[in-house]
């Protein structure tokens, strides 16, 4: 009883300065174990400490009380990542995130993601250190997102580029539901970079985040850019590249029957495959690749014909008639895909050059801000580059091939290790 | 400071002047204090005043044309100073001034140059002496120090005039105001010859970095100029300074200028370029991009590659 209010005495005491701060850190390192076993912990105990001042403590104790049976958990975390202070968080971050998880699975539970989504999202902004770095929450947040179709949120964080990473689970975790996120949006070249991130990240063992991610990686290439190779992108790890073929044979297959272009034997290969795919929760995106087969072939169609008339368009491509014809071109010129002309007294669609010259001053906007982008890159680059350079192992490498070029006593050898 | 001239005559100054000037000085002063230490013998020309390097000081003759009450100074040549008897020598500029009436025959002695921060008392019997050449010569001086927060020309022109001085009348040099005139072809040379690459040639790289900065001095020096007015006026508006009416008319007459070009092709050619531009720095910072990746990447190898690969390149290693 007494440790209880001492504790609470010394939080209300010690939540200014930082230097309090990390004494009430170690006051409340000591004292966890005691809080966990006093009964007296309730909720009404935390009503003495205000979150937005007295994060840390308030933290620890609704630490302990969310992992008993405590009713209305939901509402009482999220009120408190909205209203807590973030430096002092980032002090205690594993207690935060294992919080915001308990938050999450609670909201499972209730088969109500949505009220979780903004509470994380909140989270992931207060828990991390810079805009450059993962950390464990962002999956979830994802996660939480995707459950909940609210793609838009989850885009807002997908926009940050990310340089650092703590643990690789979370990078391969956050790329795959990034890559989903994405797919939801219909950004297929985000999620292609995203799923191109997972696919060909270092791995000793074959990871089944990765093996999912190949299976829609390859289905959104097939969207996207028409094109299907067997093999992986060269950077890809050993184990990915003799396994993950082995694991996916029905999409490489589906692959395959692609690049031939009929889409006749693509559906029958479909069809065949649909318990599996249906099994993979792919089988909209594999919808998704079949109707974009016409789109590939009418492309092609674009680079060998300047005119071409509906009906010999629907033969080309295996549609129906002309009207359906008519209606994927249509389609295609809205979303900016191809340029044509349709006539429609005669039936004839005139394919015509991009009509982008390059000389508006929207363009100038354009390329202003992707020449800053790529300023940033450049920056982030230089930064990465100093931080090797200093890099004890580098140095130590590099030491051992300058001792080579030794000329008698001109050089001195440089130290095989550095002593900090 | 010496007061300005009352005569009415209007200066005209050629930038081949200028150049001239600071060429003589240039060449004199190195011949005199040789860059390396291993030249043994040294050329002491003739027209130098006195010893030591900082003092040199050069003269020459300056001829023109005058017309009315405008006096154009278009080319300058060196004289031959004596320094022993402090004057100049008299066969040697006659016979250049014959030679230069020979191929430029509307032009005549206009006068004198010299290098200096200020005139001193001598330089008055050097005019005295060249007053029965012209019944009133000009004197163009040069500083050769160089001040970079300065940002006028250095060169300050001065015209005699007798005053009196404790009841005698003297002739003292007073301050006249010139202006820099110039045709196109004088200016193309001028402009080449003065923006003198490195010896070496220099590359194609050098070359353009050098005439983008100078691009980029010469737009700082009208963005400075532009925000004095600017505050120039606000202050006015604001009723900090008294309100000088001609100069608000003829900041009003500039902006009224403006813009020079306002046609629809213009503004066609004008983006088009721009983005051209655009293009080329985004592709430039591109490969800036990519030759930092490279180098990330050769590093990131180095460190951390084991001594047996397996495979035929180097497969990603985990993170630790």
Known sequence: ???????????????????????????????????????????????????????????????????????????LIARFINGCDAAQIRLASEKFVSICKRLKDKVLELRDPLRGVAPLLAAVRKVQVSNKRLTAL???????????????????????????????????????????????????????????????????????????????????????????????????STAAKSNFKTLCTTYVEVGNCYNNGMISELEAVVVANSSEFEKDKNLGLVKQAVSSLYKRNILRLTQKYLTLSLQDIANMVQLANAKEAEMHVLQMIQDGQIHALINQKDGMVRFLEDPEQYKTSEMIEIMDSVIQRTIGLSKNLIAMDESLSCDPLYLGKVGRERQRYDFGDDFDTVPQKFSM | MAPSSSSGLT?????????????????????????????????????????????????????????????????????????????IDRSFLEKKQELYQKVFPGFYVLGWYSTGSDAVEYDMLIHKALMDIN?????????????????????????SEFHVIDGIPQPIFVNASYTIETVEAERISVDHVAHLKPSDGGSAATQLAAHLTGIHSAIKMLNSRIRVLFQYLVAMQKGDIPCDNSLMRQAASLLRSLPAAHSEKFNDNFLMEYNDKLLMSYLAMITNCTSNMNEVVDKFRTAYKKNSRTGPTGSRFPFI
Request: aromatic fraction near 8%; glycine fraction near 4%.
């Open chain 1, 138 to 236: 962002h999956p979830d947040c994802l996660q939480l997102c995707l459950l909940a179709k609210c793609y838009k949120a989850g885009f807002s964080i997908l926009s940050d580029d990310i340089l650092e990473v703590d643990l690789p689970r979370d990078f391969y975790l956050y790329c795959y539901y990034g890559g989903m996120i994405c797919i939801g949006l219909k950004r297929f070249q985000k999620a292609l970079e995203l799923l191109y991130n997972v696919v060909t990240a270092p791995m000793h063992v074959v990871n089944a985040i990765a093996l999912e991610a190949y299976k829609k990686y390859i289905l959104v290439t097939l969207i996207h850019s028409g094109q299907f190779s067997v093999s992986l992108p060269k950077c890809a």
């Open chain 2, 11 to 87: 200066f005209k100054l050629h930038p081949l002047v200028i150049l001239n000037i600071s060429d003589h000085f240039t060449r004199v002063k190195t011949q005199l204090n040789p860059p390396s230490s291993s030249c043994s013998t040294r050329n002491i020309p003739t027209s130098i005043h006195a010893a030591s390097p900082q003092n040199v000081r050069v003269y020459g003759c300056v001829i023109g044309a005058q017309r009315g009450r405008t006096v154009e100074i278009f080319n300058s040549f060196e004289l031959v100073f004596d320094p022993n008897t402090d004057s």
């Open chain 1, 1 to 75: 009883m007494s440790t209880l209010e001492a504790v609470i005495t010394s939080i209300q005491r010690l939540s200014a300065t930082s230097r309090d701060l990390s004494a009430l850190h170690d006051v409340l390192k000591g004292a966890n174990d005691s809080l966990r076993t006093n009964s007296d912990l309730q909720l009404t105990t935390l009503d003495q400490l205000d979150p937005s001042k007295h994060s840390l403590g308030y933290l620890y104790l609704l630490d302990v009380l969310s992992c008993g049976p405590v009713s209305d958990v939901v509402p």
């Open chain 2, 135 to 159: 019944e009133s010569p000009v004197y163009v001086l040069l500083n050769p120090a160089i001040n970079h927060s300065q940002k006028d020309l250095p060169v300050t022109i001065y015209e």
